[in-house]
């Protein structure tokens, strides 16, 4: 079945540094990529999205391309803040089901320290 | 505009007991979906509604049970309750199953069976 792997956290990162959080999936079909956050004590939001190959999902200074050639949906950010630690979490939905299933990878925690 | 309302946001059940979990769209969404985050094993999908009717559901048994009403609020029901339901469970809503392009979450109920 459809599946996300995400590196495994927490990755600890001193402010201004660049952030990668590898993500690889495997699907059938033709999925749409997410990135989605989760700050302390709230729920999920969503990061950023990408729906065909090669898009670029971008926001709040954090994005990601949808390689189909490697499978892969890797979380980039140029210069990380205090306020970026969070947990963040890959998943992927498949257009063509239509089950309304998000898969996720299993997160992976972000720690900033100033 | 008021995003994705859960209540309660704690809910403390002895073994064997029933909960009852709330949730309320935001307004215009018609699909509602329950998601289960227990520790150590990610977000799990359970449950999909939409305009009053389930559309899918994960590996779960059959005492994850739920409805949505006219109003598409929707209610998760966990009957039997066992240890291993501890755990954060997370609405999300978005317009009619279009989970794969924007759904919003809520910040979710944490369950403790003791």
């Known amino acids: 079945g459809d599946s996300v792997t995400q590196m495994e956290g927490p990755v600890t990162l001193s402010e201004e540094a660049f952030l990668t959080i590898n993500c690889t999936y495997t699907a059938t079909g033709y999925p749409s990529l997410f990135w989605y956050v989760q700050y302390p004590g709230e729920g999920l939001q969503l990061l950023l999205k990408?729906?065909?190959?090669?898009d670029k999902g971008s926001n709040k200074g954090f994005e990601a391309t949808y390689r189909k050639e490697t499978t892969s949906f890797h979380l980039e950010k140029g210069s990380v803040q205090v306020s970026d630690s969070a947990v963040y979490f890959c998943?992927?939905?498949?257009?063509?089901?239509?089950?309304?299933?998000?898969?996720f990878g299993q997160g992976t925690t972000l720690q900033v320290k100033p | 505009e008021a995003g994705v309302t859960q209540s309660p946001t704690h809910l403390i059940k002895t073994r064997g007991q029933q909960a009852t979990l709330r949730c309320s769209p935001i307004?215009?969404?018609?699909?509602v979906y329950w998601y289960q985050q227990a520790l150590g094993l990610g977000l799990q999908f359970l449950l999909w509604?939409?305009?009053?009717?389930?559309?899918n559901r994960g590996n779960f048994p059959p005492r994850f049970s739920g409805r949505q009403f006219p109003n598409y609020s929707s209610e998760l029901n966990v009957n039997a309750l066992e240890l291993e339901d501890s755990a954060l469970y997370l609405c999300a809503s978005s317009l009619q199953g279009r989970m794969n392009t924007e759904a919003f979450f809520g910040q979710g109920t944490r369950l403790t069976v003791v």
């Open positions: 307004s215009g969404h018609t699909s």
């Open positions: 990408a729906t065909k190959a090669d």
């Open positions: 509604y939409d305009e009053g009717e389930e559309r």
């Open positions: 998943a992927l939905s498949d257009l063509g089901s239509n089950t309304g299933k998000l898969i």
